[in-house]
Each structure stands twice: as structure tokens, then as C-alpha cells.
DNA sequence: CGCCGAACCGGAACCGGTTCCACTGTCGGG
DNA sequence: CCCGACAGTGGAACCGGTTCCGGTTCGGCG
């Protein structure tokens, strides 16, 4: 494996020019550029990594702090970081925490003891509060995406106004009993987590309107475990003409559990959910769109800023997305 | 940041003593270990990994390539792969190569120039058989999951018997006109693809009882493609009695399909999936049944001993794991 | 024609660990 | 009692880049 040495020395110039030469600093005539980066592909060069964080003390590398991968969320996320780290010539350092509560801890302290990157984002549900002071004092660029956050900067839907969205919808079909399906947190939250934000606007709205909201009813938040939740809740004899889920997922569950109960949707019963996953076109369920491999794109961006010229003091400002409604089959006006 | 040499002067040992005693490496002292690890502790200590790296040539990184992980296989192997390595005091360097042909392949290119890991592992779908070989000339272990791979090792699901378990299946309920639904993949592949496996599979069952096999159709591999080629397939006059779809993906579609145009479930027609994603058991889909992660846990381990003890010629076995049918209620006896 | 500065380049000092090798002291065996 | 083996340790040479600093060279200007 040839060395800085071996190119310099087949070019006849010095490990100082040829580093030059082929990191693009100037300081190098156009001419000796060439032929260095020409000899250095003619033996097959690849700088070491290792020596050139040694030397800079940079890693070039991003490390994502997220709960399972496996969940299309996470993942959806992950892919626009990837994509955009790729885009700048960075490395994507994947800390998968797992399902919280199972070890996922002691990853984040062997994150602590080990990790060695230039920036950091970290997922919804990764951490508490108290863990992400602990990496805002880690002296390199942090933020969040999916959910505000006070520490760090923050990228996520704007939860706040997607609940108004959803049950104006409804409301406007004609609907007037309106129940909202919230999904579970599997994790103590930082503030008001997204679930609560979203199940508030959906009871500002209701009250905006001079309607009675019902109680809010909690469920898992996986497919399976919102659908057993689901068969029961359907089956009560007060089912009301909408229902206004958290999560795409809770929605789906939701309409199995109708469609098996021999509930019809959207004559009997509309559903409306959260996120637009890919199967949400599919089943024609009305929802509201966000886009988190933009948000990881984003905060990828965010990061690159903030490495080139850091502010001077750390920035928690937050950026929020606008929902957007999607209309489909799901809803329409009650019989 | 307190470097070696600083813990080594305030334990009142050299440098290569406070290395031997944090690392681990015997011709220490019970006595002086201890007294070291406490005064790196108490300073705060931590190894710098560029510089390791340099001494030692080695990452304790493995890296992943893998298409878009926003879908739920590929996250699943990657949860396995990221829980086993760090299990293992490994980090993960992600490669998303996203969707194929769109940039995937100039990626894959930055990542032989600027990747260095100790190990890689490849998801199906990754890569062509040429960018395989070039791998395999990157003197690192390698392997392959989800496809058995000629070039490499690896790790997969033994698709030649998926076909043959629901097939059998259907065919014990009675069935005798039973279509398979393939899925396209959406890149050349090394050899005969997973789902030209399970097609073939499906195409010898039949066989082997007797019956004519449908001829197969295809078609995209998203839930959402899946569902508008369904709903015309289910049209035609000729609708079978069960369909065995290849991935759990398309048997959803299917089952949409047929409740949007009125086709019972299983009633009117019996459907099987292959992979048994978590919807699957929302949908009371009969599926056979796979754990990606556990894959991805297990290159792991492989890569490890490779790691160990390295074998002198590359390994190129294959792995495969026995598919596990999970019957639901979208089988049941012709009407 | 002499002087000055910019452009280019080389030498050498890092970056922060690991590891080979030589050295000391201690202990068991002959 | 002496010698060899061996455990424990320190010195120093790496690993492979980057970058500071100082030295040439050369063109332009007074």
C-alpha cells in the first residue's frame, strides 16, 4: 500500500507539496498539482484516514444516535442523513440505541467513551433531557430531529398544527363526534412529547369549534398493538363517526380492526392518521405528510454550516415543518 | 483533553506501561493496572481512536452497504448488524447506496476510495457480481445477506424452500389453482434472484403434485405498486383460488386489493406472504416467517472470527436459514 | 540595476497512541 | 551460591499524514 512518501518521492516533490497537492490547499503550481495527482493514481494512493485525523483532529465523520433502524421512521430519517453526509464527503457513524429501556443505555455510554465524530444528531426517543446535555457538552454540533428539543437545536414537524389539520377536515365533512387515538411514548419525553402536542391541537381545535373533545385514548404505538387495541375500542357502544390517530401506524391498525369488525370505512367510521409511510397511499388513508429524510438532509446541512463557521454560542434554535394534509379515502362525511 | 502521556506521568509509569495497562495487554502488574485505570479515570482519559488506528491498522469498524435502509429488511439487518458489533466494541460505518442506479454506484466508488473498515458486510441489492469481486480484493472479510452471493459469503433465508412450505400449505387446504405472485427486483442480480428462488420453488411444488403452474406474474416490489397491479390482476375472469405471493409486501397490496373490490379473505381467496413483516400479524397474514436481524447478528459473528483468525483462503460458504411457516387467517380450504 | 514581495517548495515538528527490544530485579533450580 | 528464566518496565522507533516556518526563485517596479 503506496504512502504519502512514495508518491512524493515518484513525483519528485516533498510529502509537504504532495499532502498539498492532493488535499486541494494552494500553495502548489497548477503543474506540480497535476503531475502529484497523476502519479498518486498511477500508484494506487489512498490517504490513511487514521493519519489524517491524527494530524487534523478531524474525523469527518457523523454520528446518528437512533432508536431502532428497523422502524420506518428512524430509517427514513437515517437514509436523508446518509445522503446528504455522502454529499459532503462524510462518513455516517450508525448508534443504533435499540428498543429504550434495553441496554440501550449503556450504548449511549459506550457512545460517550468511544464515538468520535464531528456532529451528531440524534433521533426522537434516543434520549432523555439529561443525556443530551451531556452530549451538548461533547463540543461538537448536536441536534435533534423529530421532535423540539431544549438543548440542542432541533429539526420536526411542527406537531402543534397537525392535529388542527386533521380535525378541521373532519369537522368540515360534518363530523361532530371525533375521538383521538394517541400512540404511547415509549420514553420519557423532553417536554410535551409529540403525541401530547398533536393530541392537544386536536382539542384546541374541537374547542375552537364549541365541541366537546373526548377523552383521549392511548395505544401502543405499533401496528399490532394499536390494532388489538383497536378491536376493543371499536366495539364500544359509544364509537364515534371519526377517529383522528397519532400515527399512521395506529391508524392502520385501526382500519384492520374495522374491516375485521365489519365496520365500513370511510361510511361507518374515518380515519385519519400521521406521517404518510408508504403503505398509507396504499390502504387510501388520508393523513398528513412530513418528509424525514428531508429533515435529515437538513440537519445534515445544519451541521456542515456549523462546522464551517461554528457560533459562538451553541444554537437551540428549532425549525419546524409544515404538515400537509393528504386527502384520500379514508374520510368522508358521516352517514 | 488529557492524552497517554499525561495519565502516564501522573501514575508515575511510561507510556508503554499506561498503554499495556488500558488496553489490556499483559506484563503488567495486577498492582500498577489498577493504579493506572485510576488515575485515566480520574483524569478523564479517554483513547484517542485516530491515533490507535494509525499504530494498529485497525478500525474496530465494520461497514454496511445497503440499499435505502427506510425499508424494513434492510433496517432489520442493519439493527442486527449494529446490536452484534457493538456487542463487539465495533463501530458501524453506514453505506447507504440508496435507490439503485440513482447515484448508488458513484457512492459505492467514494466508499472503495475513503472506506476503511475492518469488516463489510453487503445487503442483497447492493451490488452487481463485478462490484463484488472488487470487494472481495479489499482484503478485509466480506459477506453477503439476504442472496447467496458467488464471490463472497453469506447469509440468507433458503428461498428454494419458501415456495415449497406455502405452496404445500395451500395445496393440504385443498387448493388446486393456485398463482404465484413475484416480486421485481429492481437490479441485476448474481445468480437466480431470491424471488426467481421462491418462484421456482412454487414451480416445482405444483410439479410435484401434479398440477399446472400458473404462469408467474410480476410486479413492483412496494406495497403500493403491488396494489395496482393487484387490483387489475384480481379482475380477470380467471382469479385463482390462492395466490402465493413472493414477500409479505405484495401479498399486502393483494389483500387491500381484495377488500377494495369486495373479495373475501380468505372466503373468496387465500393469499401468503413470505418474510412475516410486523404488519403481517396486524393483517392475520399467513407468511413464512425470517429475522433479519438475527442475519445481520450472525455476519457479525462471522466477521469476528474471520477478524480472529483469519482463514487462508476466502471463505465463500453459504449460510441458510430454514424458513419457518406461520399460518394466519388468509389461508383457508377452497369454497 | 537593485530591491521587494509573492508564489512555490522542503525540512521538520507535530498528532497520540502501540510495540519491539533492551534492561532490571527476583525467584527457583542445580 | 550461581545462573538462567521470567515478569515487569522504560526508551524509542514507528504508524502516515498535516502544517508551520523558513528559504529560493522570479517577476515587477522604482
Redesign the pocket.
Known amino acids: 500500500?503506496p504512502?504519502?512518501?512514495d508518491v512524493a518521492r515518484a513525483a519528485?516533490?516533498?510529502?509537504?507539496?504532495a499532502?498539498?497537492a492532493?488535499?486541494g490547499?494552494?500553495?502548489?503550481?497548477?503543474?506540480?498539482?497535476e503531475r502529484v495527482q497523476r502519479t498518486a493514481e498511477e500508484l494506487g494512493?489512498?490517504?490513511?484516514g487514521?493519519?489524517?485525523r491524527?494530524?487534523?483532529?478531524l474525523t469527518r465523520t457523523i454520528g446518528v444516535l437512533t432508536p431502532s433502524v428497523d422502524r420506518w421512521y428512524f430509517g427514513s430519517v437515517l437514509h436523508g442523513v446518509a445522503d446528504a453526509a455522502d454529499a459532503h464527503e462524510h462518513d455516517v457513524l450508525l448508534y443504533d440505541l435499540g428498543v429504550l429501556g434495553k441496554g440501550g443505555h449503556e450504548r449511549f455510554e459506550r457512545f460517550l467513551r468511544r464515538g468520535e465524530v464531528d456532529g451528531l444528531v440524534t433521533i426522537t426517543w434516543s434520549l432523555g433531557d439529561r443525556d443530551l446535555q451531556r452530549l451538548a457538552e461533547l463540543r461538537v454540533p448536536v441536534a435533534t430531529v423529530g421532535e423540539p428539543a431544549e438543548r440542542t437545536r432541533s429539526f420536526s414537524l411542527d406537531d402543534d398544527t397537525t392535529g388542527v389539520l386533521v380535525t378541521e377536515h373532519l369537522l368540515g365533512l360534518g363530523h361532530r363526534d371525533v375521538l383521538h387515538v394517541s400512540s404511547a411514548t415509549e420514553v420519557q419525553p423532553f417536554a410535551a412529547s409529540s403525541s401530547d402536542r398533536r393530541a392537544t391541537s386536536y382539542e384546541r381545535t374541537m374547542a375552537a369549534h364549541g365541541l366537546a373533545a373526548r377523552p383521549i385514548v392511548t395505544v401502543p404505538t405499533t401496528l399490532v398493538g394499536a390494532h388489538a387495541a383497536a378491536m376493543a375500542l371499536l366495539e364500544r357502544p359509544d364509537r364515534p363517526t371519526a377517529i383522528v390517530a397519532g400515527t399512521d401506524e395506529v391508524a392502520l391498525g385501526i382500519l384492520v380492526a374495522a374491516q375485521q369488525l365489519g365496520i365500513r370505512v370511510p361510511g361507518d367510521l374515518s380515519v385519519t392518521g400521521v406521517d404518510d409511510i408508504p403503505s398509507a397511499a396504499a390502504f387510501g388513508l388520508t393523513t398528513v405528510r412530513q418528509d424525514p429524510a428531508q429533515h435529515g438532509r437538513d440537519v445534515v446541512a445544519w451541521i456542515m454550516r456549523e462546522l464551517a463557521s461554528p457560533s459562538e454560542r451553541p444554537d437551540t434554535s428549532r425549525t419546524t415543518y409544515a404538515p400537509e394534509l393528504v386527502v384520500r379515502a379514508s374520510t368522508a362525511p358521516p352517514r
Chains 1, 2 share one sequence.
Open positions: 500500500m504512502r504519502l512518501d519528485g516533490v516533498s510529502k509537504a507539496t499532502s498539498r492532493l488535499s490547499a494552494d500553495g502548489v503550481s497548477a503543474a506540480t498539482r494512493f489512498r490517504v490513511s487514521a493519519a489524517r491524527l494530524a487534523t483532529g
